[in-house]
């Protein structure tokens, strides 16, 4: 019997320690996790979604604008209909009959089948019911829901859906200004994040702080009249104002498009700036894609050319050549050519004019006016390729220009010291060096700027309600005098007047501008036929209010920009003065 008593108080004592521990373990060692769940069964947290910023025009209208959607979900223990009757009441909201569109075939010669409205509500409808039936806790239906297709749903009252607030992107201008504004995806944590354009730029400023609101609820989520609660509130991104002109910015893709099709060209993009404060008032490139579908587009589409592509500039560039030997004092506007009366040999190679005309005595400005490949050869030789390196340089090219944009690219300038006579020679007149057509139009914004440097700039003001704040404009350097300055706009105007394409120009009107036809390295020579054609023109001269940059790459109808890129930018500039306020004289 002791024995017996023994063993049985053994086994209480073995119970008892086991007890001890257990309790140890949950209200010491699990103590804090237990008591965090516990709290949590209690609390009920809401999510406050915070508004990503809006891209404004300088008229203050959208560009880019978040607007609230709605994610579907259902929780699927708390159905109490059938998953096939719920499918059937679902579909016809979702599937909308005006948004069928017939197929589009790669292959001229197949007919595609007619997209029917059933069979897409047959699959809408048997989608939801395959959803629906799954062994989950919580499933999604549908993304970005609008308000009214919400409303649609809630009217059915079917216990166990609800919805989420979600934040989709509208750009009210549809594919206008896409290169400008980039696009809003996701992160690879699946939150929203800005690519490419403004919205890359700026995607910090743009993102807002979301919130949250907390209170204590009892077991069935009602809140408890003396629980705690709290809330932090949810903080709207920054608003962009931009120096974007809506009027500028539609006339010239529209014009752009037009371009593309009458000249037969490839691609082609215009830049439009106030060369004073650097302001961007449009920029469009073609092709093009749509931001609210970027996803249905390549990847290499989503880069802006104007900002990223390099390529030869051609003579558009000798304004800048020209333009540091004024100011450096080695020639002047009068200066005499003597070596511009035929070809001239460099090393083994022959330097020609464009159309193998030659005109002995020549003054710089008929160097201009004539665009003579001879006359900056010689331009270039009494600079030196040090001296013109460092004009170069200061000019920005080698040097992304700071625009505040995602995705600017450069390319690097032959180092120097390392120039033989040939690259002096053809860089002068715009061979043999790489620009973006940004560095471009901001080099010779210099010119029109009275020799100052301005960094070019998309935003005008930070907005947040009645609160604002202004982006000045940056100088970074006087890189030529004003009257080097001065000199260069009338060596322009008078290659404008006098040139190739003057008969483009708009009655009436003076203009600074100088086209230039490059020729494109292919396999390490230039084809003979395949041509980059740009103008490059600011207005008025004596006051410059504009200075556009208008590019097409390989036109077709023919291979001067004295035929293409000139008489596109003097009609885009038939729209653009008058609106501009810039007048005749």
Same mark, same amino acid.
């Given at each position: 019997?002791?024995?017996?008593?023994?063993l049985?108080?053994?086994?209480?004592?073995?119970?008892?320690?086991?007890?001890?521990?257990?309790?140890?373990?949950?209200?010491?060692?699990?103590?804090?996790?237990?008591?965090?769940?516990?709290?949590?069964?209690?609390?009920? =947290?809401?999510?406050?979604?915070?508004?990503?910023?809006? *891209?404004?025009?300088?008229?203050?209208?959208? #560009?880019?604008a978040?607007?609230?959607?709605?994610?579907?979900?259902?929780?699927?223990?708390?159905?109490?209909?059938?998953?096939?009757?719920?499918?059937?009441?679902?579909?016809?909201?979702?599937?909308?009959?005006?948004?069928?569109?017939?197929?589009?075939?790669?292959?001229?010669?197949v007919?595609?089948?007619?997209?029917?409205?059933?069979d897409? #509500?047959?699959?809408?409808?048997?989608r939801?019911?395959n959803?629906?039936?799954?062994?989950?806790?919580?499933?999604?239906?549908?993304?970005?829901?609008?308000?009214?297709?919400k409303?649609?749903?809630?009217?059915?009252?079917i216990?166990?859906?609800?919805?989420?607030?979600?934040?989709?992107?509208?750009?009210?201008?549809?594919?206008?200004?896409?290169?400008?504004?980039?696009?809003?995806?996701?992160?690879?944590?699946?939150?929203?994040?800005?690519?490419?354009?403004?919205?890359?730029?700026?995607?910090?400023? #743009?993102t807002?702080?979301?919130?949250?609101?907390?209170?204590?609820?009892?077991a069935?989520?009602?809140?408890?009249i003396?629980?705690?609660?709290?809330?932090?509130?949810?903080?709207?991104? #920054?608003?962009?104002?931009t120096?974007?002109?809506?009027?500028?910015?539609?006339t010239?893709e529209?014009?752009?498009?037009?371009g593309?099709?009458?000249?037969?060209?490839?691609?082609?993009?215009? *830049?439009?700036?106030?060369?004073?404060?650097?302001?961007i008032?449009?920029?469009?490139?073609?092709?093009y894609?749509?931001?609210?579908?970027?996803?249905?587009?390549?990847?290499?589409?989503? =880069?802006?050319p104007?900002?990223?592509?390099?390529?030869?500039?051609?003579?558009?560039?000798?304004?800048?050549?020209?333009?540091?030997?004024?100011?450096?004092?080695?020639?002047?506007?009068?200066?005499v050519?003597?070596?511009?009366?035929?070809?001239?040999?460099?090393?083994?190679?022959?330097?020609?004019?464009?159309?193998?005309?030659?005109?002995?005595?020549?003054?710089?400005?008929?160097?201009?006016?004539?665009?003579?490949?001879?006359?900056?050869?010689?331009v270039?030789?009494?600079?030196?390729?040090?001296?013109?390196?460092?004009y170069?340089?200061?000019?920005?090219?080698?040097?992304?220009?700071?625009?505040?944009?995602?995705?600017?690219?450069?390319?690097?300038?032959?180092?120097?010291?390392?120039?033989?006579?040939?690259?002096?020679?053809?860089?002068?007149?715009?061979?043999?060096?790489?620009?973006?057509?940004?560095?471009?139009?901001t080099?010779?914004?210099?010119?029109?700027n009275?020799?100052?440097y301005v960094?070019p700039?998309v935003?005008?003001?930070?907005?947040?309600?009645?609160?604002?704040?202004?982006?000045?404009?940056?100088?970074?350097?006087?890189?030529?005098?004003?009257?080097?300055?001065?000199?260069?706009?009338?060596?322009m105007?008078?290659?404008?007047?006098?040139?190739?394409?003057?008969?483009?120009?708009?009655?009436?009107?003076?203009?600074?501008?100088k086209?230039?036809?490059?020729?494109?390295?292919?396999?390490?020579?230039?084809?003979?036929?395949?041509?980059?054609?740009?103008?490059?023109?600011?207005?008025?001269?004596?006051?410059?209010?504009?200075i556009?940059?208008?590019?097409?790459?390989?036109?077709?109808?023919?291979?001067?920009?004295?035929?293409?890129?000139?008489?596109?930018?003097?009609d885009?500039? =038939?729209?653009?003065?008058?609106?501009?306020?810039?007048?005749?004289?």
């Open positions: 019997m002791e024995n017996r008593i023994r049985v108080g053994a086994l209480f004592l073995v119970a008892g320690i086991v007890l001890i521990g257990r309790l140890f373990f949950w209200q010491i060692v699990r103590g804090k996790d237990l008591a965090d769940q516990a709290r949590g069964q209690q609390l009920h =947290r809401n999510r406050t979604l915070a508004h990503r910023g809006n *891209i404004l025009a300088s008229d203050g209208t959208p #560009l880019a978040s607007q609230d959607k709605w994610l579907l979900f259902a929780q699927i223990p708390e159905l109490k209909d059938n998953a096939v009757l719920i499918a059937n009441q679902l579909a016809p909201l979702l599937v909308d009959e005006d948004d069928v569109k017939q197929p589009v075939s790669d292959d001229p010669g007919k595609p089948e007619k997209i029917d409205y059933k897409l #509500l047959l699959e809408e409808t048997s939801i019911s959803t629906l039936s799954q062994d989950l806790m919580w499933v999604p239906l549908e993304k970005k829901l609008d308000s009214d297709t409303q649609k749903i809630e009217d059915l009252s216990h166990g859906l609800g919805f989420d607030i979600e934040e989709d992107r509208l750009y009210p201008e549809a594919s206008s200004s896409a290169h400008l504004l980039g696009f809003v995806g996701k992160d690879s944590e699946g939150n929203n994040k800005g690519y490419f354009g403004l919205e890359g730029f700026y995607d910090f400023s #743009l807002g702080s979301g919130g949250y609101k907390v209170r204590e609820t009892d069935l989520g009602n809140p408890l003396f629980g705690s609660s709290n809330e932090i509130s949810a903080k709207q991104g #920054l608003d962009l104002l120096h974007i002109d809506k009027t500028v910015q539609l010239i529209t014009k752009l498009a037009e593309l099709e009458k000249y037969g060209a490839l691609s082609g993009n215009i *830049i439009v700036m106030n060369p004073k404060t650097g302001a008032m449009g920029m469009a490139s073609n092709p894609y749509d931001p609210r579908e970027y996803f249905e587009y390549s990847d290499e589409l989503f =880069r802006n104007a900002i990223s592509d390099a390529y030869e500039p051609g003579s558009i560039f000798k304004p800048i050549v020209m333009a540091a030997g004024i100011d450096a004092g080695v020639v002047e506007p009068e200066t050519c003597d070596i511009c009366g035929q070809p001239l040999k460099v090393d083994k190679y022959y330097i020609r004019t464009w159309n193998n005309e030659y005109h002995a005595g020549s003054t710089m400005t008929d160097v201009i006016k004539n665009s003579d490949n001879v006359g900056m050869a010689f270039a030789d009494r600079l030196g390729s040090d001296r013109l390196y460092d170069l340089d200061s000019f920005g090219f080698g040097h992304v220009t700071g625009i505040d944009l995602q995705g600017e690219a450069t390319a690097s300038i032959r180092e120097r010291g390392t120039w033989n006579i040939v690259d002096l020679a053809t860089m002068s007149f715009g061979q043999g060096i790489a620009v973006t057509p940004i560095q471009m139009i080099a010779g914004a210099v010119i029109a009275d020799g100052k960094v700039q935003v005008d003001k930070f907005v947040l309600g009645d609160w604002e704040e202004d982006i000045k404009p940056e100088y970074k350097q006087q890189v030529i005098s004003k009257e080097a300055a001065d000199k260069m706009t009338q060596m105007v008078v290659a404008a007047s006098q040139g190739e394409a003057k008969w483009a120009i708009p009655k009436g009107y003076k203009i600074a501008g086209t230039g036809t490059a020729q494109i390295p292919v396999a390490g020579h230039y084809d003979e036929e395949k041509t980059i054609a740009s103008f490059i023109g600011f207005a008025p001269p004596n006051d410059p209010e504009i556009m940059l208008v590019t097409l790459r390989e036109p077709e109808s023919s291979q001067w920009a004295s035929e293409t890129a000139a008489p596109l930018w003097f885009i500039a =038939r729209v653009l003065f008058p609106h501009l306020g810039i007048k005749p004289g």
